[in-house]
């Protein structure tokens, strides 16, 4: 087995997903146990593959029933218990239990591809003590070419089989099956939907194209920037009942990764984040959203708290983490000259940022950069909660968009 990846399987994090791709027959069974070597327990699963698609079976099994804030250890095995039938062995940490007690570490990276920068960027963020990574989108660039998908799986595999991944879907990720008709959207993202998992079904959504889950204090939701999101929309319906749903005394943190950013003064994909941010801005607003992740510009952002391009207390922090590594280089070019005051810190080279949850109320954001040897903290700031901004007015209805939508439109 290889191309091994971890995913949170249910909503509050005492489920996961084993995904992982053989180059032959071989059955969908996973033993595992808290305690090294021993592999007492067992569970099985199912595999697939799809069209146009040569490499190897694609397997996922779900172990269920864990502990919060335990070390599991597993071996992914063909049928027996023996040492003869385990042939991957790996190991994880279960999240702390939801809470505003619990703190958690994320990394977070957009953009990563399989470079050499890549291969930096996934050095360090190995070195970063992070449970969790957030990946906000364009994982492999296969772009429909299944080896790379491949490649992208084995490169991935050392982080990954250790710590969960949860994800946002890209435009580098769409890809249709050539063999059918693709009638829904879940369609358009062929490759990524059957190899990775998400807790979707326990979140009311349709698919893995977007969802939500808990992870310790945090509430996380990922939203898809390709898959409509206009008012009426099923993704449009789903966010605004998920939003409304969040109890903040369990989770008082409340963060959103997408992959087109809605804020940008970058000339890289500048504006094209105005058709979703202009039907959905107003409720990340009035449900207090403390933070957007984003990726899609090749570089990294960070801009205050916004509400229809002005400041906000009560608004989210837009950061843009799209600097991964991937094989078409940094964004370079500024569309807004100078700076404007709303975007704190910008600088076009490749990182990651982690977000480390403290307490309830406050959170240390830090983006790390790769062109110094090493990993160089270079931008740095506390984030407070906006769980306890129970003062926050209702926000002002946005007026008309700012941009031509059948233009914009033609951009994507």
């Not at 694609?58 to 804030?69: D, F, P, Q, R």
Request: net charge negative.
């Amino acid at each position: 087995p290889e191309q091994v990846f971890i995913s949170q399987a249910d909503h509050t994090g005492t489920a996961f997903t084993i995904s992982w791709s053989s180059n032959r027959s071989m059955g969908s069974r996973v033993f595992y146990s808290n305690q090294p070597s021993s592999y007492d327990l067992s569970a099985t699963g199912g595999s697939s593959s799809y069209a146009d698609y040569t490499s190897g079976n694609l397997h996922h099994v779900t172990i269920s029933n864990l502990t919060y804030s335990t070390r599991y250890y597993y071996r992914i095995g063909e049928g027996g218990s023996d040492d003869r039938h385990l042939v991957f062995a790996s190991e994880f940490v279960t999240p702390p239990p939801p809470g505003p007690d619990s703190s958690i570490k994320f990394a977070i990276v957009g953009d990563l591809g399989q470079t050499y920068s890549s291969n930096v960027t996934l050095s360090h963020i190995e070195q970063s003590g992070a449970q969790y990574l957030l990946n906000v989108g364009d994982f492999s660039y296969a772009d429909g070419y299944q080896p790379r998908w491949d490649t992208w799986g084995r490169f991935m595999t050392r982080y990954t089989s250790k710590v969960p991944m949860v994800f946002a879907y890209g435009n580098h990720e769409i890809e249709f099956d050539n063999a059918v008709d693709a009638v829904k959207p879940h369609d358009g993202f062929l490759s990524p939907n059957t190899r990775f998992s998400a807790p979707w079904q326990s979140c009311g959504a349709v698919a893995a194209i977007y969802y939500s889950l808990n992870v310790g204090p945090v509430h996380i939701i990922s939203l898809n920037s390709y898959v409509g999101i206009t008012k009426y929309t099923p993704q449009y319906n789903w966010l605004l009942s998920d939003l409304e749903h969040v109890d903040r005394s369990v989770t008082p943190w409340v963060i959103i990764i997408t992959h087109v950013p809605w804020y940008n003064t970058y000339n890289a994909h500048y504006m094209e984040g105005e058709v979703v941010r202009s039907a959905v801005e107003y409720f990340a607003r009035k449900y207090r959203v403390d933070a957007i992740f984003s990726g899609h510009v090749h570089a990294y952002e960070r801009f205050k708290r916004l509400y229809l391009y002005e400041e906000d207390e009560c608004a989210p922090v837009y950061i843009t983490i799209g600097d991964g590594g991937n094989r078409e280089g940094p964004a370079e070019r500024f569309q807004v000259i100078p700076k404007p005051e709303t975007s704190v810190y910008r600088e076009p080279s490749f990182g990651y940022g982690s977000l480390e949850i403290i307490n309830s109320s406050l959170a240390r954001w830090q983006w790390h950069r790769n062109q110094d040897k090493g990993d160089v903290i270079a931008d740095s700031v506390l984030i407070e909660s906006l769980a306890g901004m129970n003062s926050c007015p209702l926000p002002p209805q946005p007026s008309q968009p700012r941009y031509d939508e059948h233009e914009l439109l033609q951009s994507y």
